[in-house]
């Protein structure tokens, strides 16, 4: 976190104002981030700000309205920061317990735009992962080790289950053409592959313009300029639409992305590539897919 605070100063007072906030107006154990600032790679344009409150017990009705003064005012305070936040507002208990749904214990996340309430631990194992070795406690108990102990493939496992939702990435900008183009989506698209490859390969979990270095020295190659270059427009928090070749790279870079995880799994792939249906400037995965589910039955 040292170097990331060492950039961005008013980071740092950003945070002792919303743990001020929380902690005088709700009852907490701990509050903690974790995510891209604990691994010291922020990105104004590009990064979530996660913050986690531990809550010693249930949110009750008046706490919403607690919570959304809270907001308020940091919105008021650090409208930039504010725009990127997802704060996490969990009881204990769910963490104790994080495989059972309760009916009276709820929680909450609150994004920019969003607010949803919880009655059920919110993370997979590879956020587990992170939260034990990366967090930051910036109120309270240190509450790293309470949370639960990933298993050894879990990097690998939140892969399988991440499919469904890889299957919808691959129908939207970068590995599709389209006019609703979202830099901050395809940026985190290509260099959260980039970080699956990394953490299948080494058992651990870097920060994604770390990453895009990495996969540049270890496969010099032009996929390797291509994520570099991808690492490097995140942290000039500049646009990846300006990339040459950005929609074409992308779905090579997917492709070999596909191989390498199978690759380290030691499981033997078809060729993906013959599995591409491509019709005019549109690539349909469909089959791709198709041939993954095969390969895991």
């Known amino acids: 976190m040292s170097v990331v605070y060492g950039k961005f100063p008013n980071l740092k007072k950003f945070f002792q104002t919303l743990v001020e906030y ?28 996660d913050v986690i409150v ?4 249930s949110l009750w009705e008046k706490d919403f309205d607690l919570i959304d003064d809270i907001m308020s005012k940091i919105k008021q305070t ?21 495989r059972i749904s309760y009916q009276d214990f709820e929680g909450m996340i ?22 034990r070795k990366y967090a930051e406690t910036l109120y309270g108990d240190n509450f790293k080790e309470n949370f639960p102990i990933p298993p050894t493939d879990c990097f690998w496992m939140d892969f399988v289950k991440g499919l469904e939702e890889l299957e919808k990435d691959v129908k939207e900008y970068p590995f599709q053409f389209s006019n609703e183009t979202s830099d901050e989506k395809a940026m985190n698209r290509l260099l959260n592959l980039t970080q ?3 953490s299948l390969k080494n058992s651990d979990f870097i920060g994604k313009t770390k990453c895009a270095y990495w996969f540049a020295n270890e496969h010099p190659s032009d996929l390797g300029d291509f994520i570099l270059e991808v ?15 950005i929609v074409e790279k992308s779905r090579k870079f997917f492709l070999f992305f596909l191989d390498k995880v199978f690759q380290i799994r030691g499981i033997k792939t078809p060729d993906f590539k013959k599995a591409v249906k491509i019709s005019d400037s549109t690539h349909d995965f469909t089959y791709v897919f198709m041939e993954i589910r095969n390969l895991l039955q």
């Open 22 to 49: 929380i902690a005088s107006s709700i009852q907490v154990m701990s509050i903690m981030q974790f995510g891209d600032i604990a691994l010291d790679d922020f990105s104004p344009n590009y990064s979530k700000i």
């Open 110 to 131: 609150i994004s920019s735009d969003n607010q949803v309430l919880i009655s059920k631990y919110p993370f997979t194992a590879t956020k587990d992962y992170q939260i």
């Open 196 to 198: 699956t490859v990394y």
């Open 54 to 57: 531990i809550l010693e017990k």
């Open 78 to 98: 650090y409208l930039d920061y504010s725009r990127n936040l997802n704060l996490y507002f969990i009881p204990s208990q769910l963490i104790e317990n994080p």
């Open 231 to 245: 690492g490097l427009s995140r942290l000039r928090n500049t646009s990846i639409s300006n990339i040459i070749g």
